[in-house]
């Protein structure tokens, strides 16, 4: 069983930034980021593959979000710049055997944690 524990989140304004975490107590191939605004589904954000720190950002976060690994620490984190009023949501990260888009596929998942923008 791998427990994934994030911190992070907090409430921000309009063009800041803000940096998630997300530890994970197992090895996963892959860690994801995704986050789902009341009313919303759930949306990917972001992905890092362990081994090689490739990274594979949603379209919508390019240029903004970042995602990166540190091994020792079996930390993974979210940097987010430029911050909008229309990131608010609860940010979860979530770990798999595979790079997904949908979150179904994930087999572990943080207890997220909420980011607010404020414009």
């Known amino acids: 069983q791998v427990q994934l524990v994030e911190s992070g989140g907090g409430l921000v304004q309009a063009g800041d930034s803000l940096r998630l975490s997300c530890t994970t107590s197992?090895?996963?191939?892959?860690m994801a980021w995704f986050r789902q605004a009341p009313g919303k589904e759930r949306e990917f954000v972001t992905a890092?593959?362990?081994?090689?720190?490739?990274?594979f950002p949603a379209d919508s976060v390019k240029g903004r979000f970042t995602s990166a690994r540190d091994i020792a620490k079996n930390t993974v984190y979210l940097q987010m710049n430029n911050l909008k009023p229309e990131d608010t949501a609860v940010y979860y990260c979530?770990?798999?055997?595979?790079?997904?888009?949908?979150?179904?596929?994930?087999?572990?998942w943080g207890q997220g944690t909420q980011v607010t923008v404020s414009s």
């Open positions: 979530a770990a798999g055997p595979a790079v997904y888009f949908d979150a179904g596929r994930y087999d572990y």
């Open positions: 197992g090895r996963t191939n892959v």
């Open positions: 890092i593959m362990w081994d090689y720190g490739t990274t």
